[in-house]
């Protein structure tokens, strides 16, 4: 089975300063890897995906995350952070040949400073 | 663009109490998804459904918890007897097509609040 670590329930940044979100996973097979947004009171909203290919991939509002292998990670990233950047983000694994069943990690809030 | 959308935003039962939530997927999907994250804790699977049947479940989905397609356009979760610790925030979710690497889209959820 698979799962997914996110290190940092919250994350306080500055305006303009780097947003480091940490995620780590577990599984048996090459997964495919996903970082999702929730603003509040509104749903979950894809950011990016890894499934083959490239390791860093890039998504919406600026974000990237790269898959390191070795480090069975997906650190999410956003060289400078915006005041519209505060929610909860959550990174999540899918294994091939499992559907798209989707297992989560325990989300991480980000306050952003003026 | 295309949007699941969920009804109620959010419901108020008693305890025992059978509650049904809505979904509305995106039209051309084909795989339907229901989790859960209570509040503070993950977001959790529950179950999903493909071809009119339950492809997967968790061991969360148990007999209280039942899921249905009855008109070709609503999919619909039904929680028998409501427990306190069904208080949760539900979301439904739809998918295009069988390949994993699909994206899932999530609707806005259905906060369930139990007293």
């Known amino acids: 089975a698979q799962s997914v670590t996110q290190l940092g329930s919250h994350v306080s940044v500055s305006e303009g300063a780097l947003v480091l979100l940490r995620c780590n996973y577990s599984s048996s097979v090459p997964p495919y890897l996903f970082w999702y947004v929730q603003y509040p009171n509104q749903g979950l909203q894809l950011l990016l995906k890894y499934t083959t290919g490239a390791t860093l991939v890039k998504g919406i509002n600026g974000f990237e995350a790269e898959f390191k292998k070795s480090e069975t990670s997906f650190h999410l990233t956003k060289p400078s952070a915006h005041m519209s950047d505060a929610a909860e983000y959550f990174c999540?694994?899918?294994?091939?040949?499992?559907?798209?069943?989707?297992?989560f990690g325990g989300g991480t809030r980000v306050l952003v400073k003026p | 663009e295309p949007e699941v959308t969920q009804t109620p935003s959010h419901q108020v039962t008693q305890m025992g109490q059978e509650v049904i939530l809505r979904c509305v997927p995106i039209s051309n999907h084909l795989y339907f998804y229901w989790y859960r994250q209570i509040l503070g804790q993950k977001v959790e699977f529950l179950v999903s459904?493909?071809?009119?049947?339950?492809?997967?479940k968790s061991e969360i989905f148990d007999d209280q918890f039942s899921v249905e397609r009855p008109d070709g356009s609503n999919f619909t979760l039904k929680i028998r007897s409501t427990k306190l610790e069904d208080s949760a925030m539900y979301f439904c979710?739809?998918?295009?097509?069988?390949?994993?690497?699909?994206?899932?889209?999530f609707g806005e959820g259905s906060r369930l609040t139990v007293l």
């Open positions: 999540a694994v899918s294994v091939p040949a499992a559907g798209n069943k989707l297992t």
């Open positions: 459904f493909y071809n009119n049947e339950i492809s997967e």
């Open positions: 979710a739809s998918s295009g097509g069988r390949a994993p690497t699909g994206e899932l889209f």
